[in-house]
């Protein structure tokens, strides 16, 4: 007759088997992280993947993304001082380099490994700095309609187009200066409403870093698998989708890794004018290995 080991029985052991298991199936509690610059909400449960918005964004331009596409951990990223969100540690200095600091940061003090990274217009230059720069790693990279040189994007380069940037930054030192910048920004389709308005001299500080910044020499040294998802606009007589398909190409030359995918008669918020297309290319990436 068999005889219960001492101690345990084999039911107790069983249970706490079983226990041990369920409790690796449960997700972690979100980090309490402490950022004068960020702030991070975590959504669902999976394989980990942090979203980055853009200039005069919020974390507001994944829902249908995230909601559409369930399966992973999403880390949601706002940046201080944008739509609503108070400037705090944004309030003066730089905002992009920093920015990608406390987002490694974050990577190291949640225990994130390799995890993938999305973002969008300047959440794509913060992408590209974590791949290329930061010490702590991240797996694959999707950039979403950012060159590595945004000057790029006016068709000028990061010397050429300073005077321009320099003129946009010391507009917002006046009211009437703050006004017409934040008319301007409009016109761009910032969403900007009055109960969620950016903060004008985040805006304008993260428009003038950008212009100035050009990642293209480190292109080289992204190592884990880069995908580039670009907008191209409905053929007419000043847009040409060829035209900014080459362009793009040309700029992520350098990076060996690098897939780029268009998606067609789109303006510069893809998730907006072509969600469908858009959340089938990031399940494209996500499921990629």
Request: aromatic content about 6%; hydrophobic content about 45%; glycine content about 8%.
């Amino acid at each position: 007759m068999d005889t219960e080991p001492t101690g345990m029985s084999r039911r107790q052991a069983l249970g706490a088997t079983f226990a041990v298991a369920a409790a690796a199936l449960v997700p972690a509690p979100a980090l309490a992280f402490a950022s004068n610059r960020i702030t991070v909400t975590v959504q669902g449960s999976g394989p980990d993947v942090i979203l980055i918005h853009g200039v005069d964004s919020s974390t507001s331009v994944w829902a249908s993304t995230v909601k559409a596409l369930p399966g992973s951990r999403y880390h949601l990223v706002q940046i201080a001082g944008f739509s609503g969100a108070a400037p705090r540690g944004n309030a003066s200095g730089a905002i992009v380099k920093p920015v990608a600091d406390e987002i490694a940061r974050y990577i190291a003090e949640a225990r994130l490994i390799r995890p993938a990274v999305i973002g969008h217009s300047m959440g794509g230059t913060i992408a590209l700095m974590l791949a290329a720069r930061m010490r702590s790693p991240v797996g694959k990279t999707m950039v979403v309609d950012m060159l590595p040189a945004p000057a790029g994007i006016l068709g000028a380069d990061a010397a050429g187009i300073r005077p321009l940037a320099d003129g946009l930054r010391n507009l917002t030192a006046t009211p009437q200066g703050q006004r017409l910048f934040e008319s301007m920004m409009g016109m761009f389709g910032s969403g900007n409403d009055a109960a969620h308005k950016s903060d004008t001299g985040v805006t304008a500080r993260a428009l003038h870093e950008l212009a100035l910044i050009d990642l293209t020499p480190d292109l080289p040294r992204i190592a884990a698998p880069l995908t580039v998802v670009y907008a191209t606009p409905r053929p007419s007589e000043t847009a040409d989708p060829a035209r900014v398909t080459q362009g793009y190409r040309t700029a992520y030359k350098g990076a060996r890794t690098a897939r780029l995918f268009a998606i067609a008669n789109s303006g510069h918020m893809i998730m907006y004018d072509q969600p469908l297309a858009f959340q089938a290319a990031v399940r494209t990436f996500l499921a990629a290995r």
